[in-house]
Antibody, heavy 126, light 111 residues
Framework: QVQLQESGPRLVKSSETLSLTCAVS?????????WGWIRQPPGRGLEWIGS???????YYSPPLKSRVTISVDTSKNQVSLRLSSVTAADTAVYYC???????????????????WGQGILVTVSS | QSALTQPPSVSGSLGQSVTISCTGT?????????VSWYQQPPGTAPKLIIY???NRPSGVPDRFSGSKSGNTASLTISGLQAEDEADYYC???????????FGGGTKLTVL
């Protein structure tokens, strides 16, 4: 049974960098699939941040691309997210999820997200 | 387009059926069969309930069904149960350059 668990600081100061880790158990990252981050501001909808393959291949949401770095550590079987220059608008529950996908390069197409981690609320303070 | 369009709320009585719509464009829902639906009870993480328009993952009751016509996908829940009360989100691949687009979410109330 695949399980994902997000961890990291729950309070980040404005203009600093948000850093989170997603530990994956029950499934080796090197087996396949992309692994993604999705966030949800309080009381609002879902927003895809980006996804990564165990090889390091990444795809990012264009509006966030300049501030986002997603990395993978296959030895620890975990995926990490870094979001720089945060503001109050980055306050959200951050989820990691396994990504079913099709294709590669310019033909990469994410299909669905399953399973999801329980999420972690990160608050940006001024 | 920043989000797929869903009704903010729907309601139905126990045992009845409800349908939640998800309207996109020819850049997403209308051109690709990569529509998925997620159920999110209060305070919990989203859970996949429909993928590729109409397929149910193992363990999801057959009361949940999905379909698509043109630029609009739909989720139908039949035989409503109290535990179906949750927020529901649709999602699609998009060729607009942002890869993934979600709907704004629909709150289902079971009366």
């Amino acid at each position: 049974q695949v399980q994902l668990q997000e961890s990291g600081p729950r309070l980040v100061k404005s203009s600093e960098t948000l850093s989170l880790t997603c530990a994956v158990s029950g499934y080796s990252l090197t087996t396949g699939y992309y692994w993604g981050w999705i966030r949800q501001p309080p009381g609002r909808g879902l927003e895809w941040i980006g996804s990564i393959f165990h090889s390091g291949s990444t795809y990012y949401s264009p509006p966030l691309k300049s501030r986002v770095t997603i990395s993978v550590d296959t030895s620890k079987n975990q995926v990490s997210l870094r979001l720089s220059s945060v503001t109050a608008a980055d306050t959200a529950v951050y989820y990691c999820a396994r990504v079913n996908y099709y294709g590669s390069g310019s033909n990469w197409r994410p299909n669905w997200f399953d399973p999801w981690g329980q999420g972690i609320l990160v608050t940006v303070s001024s | 387009q920043s989000a797929l369009t869903q009704p903010p709320s729907v309601s139905g009585s126990l045992g009845q059926s409800v349908t939640i719509s998800c309207t996109g464009t020819s850049s997403d829902v209308g051109s690709y069969s990569r529509v998925s639906w997620y159920q999110q009870p209060p305070g919990t993480a989203p859970k996949l309930i429909i993928y590729e328009v109409s397929n149910r993952p193992s363990g999801v009751p057959d009361r949940f069904s999905g379909s698509k016509s043109g630029n609009t996908a739909s989720l139908t829940i039949s035989g409503l149960q109290a535990e179906d009360e949750a927020d529901y989100y649709c999602s699609s691949y998009t060729s607009s350059g942002t890869y993934v687009i979600f709907g704004g979410g629909t709150k289902l109330t079971v009366l």
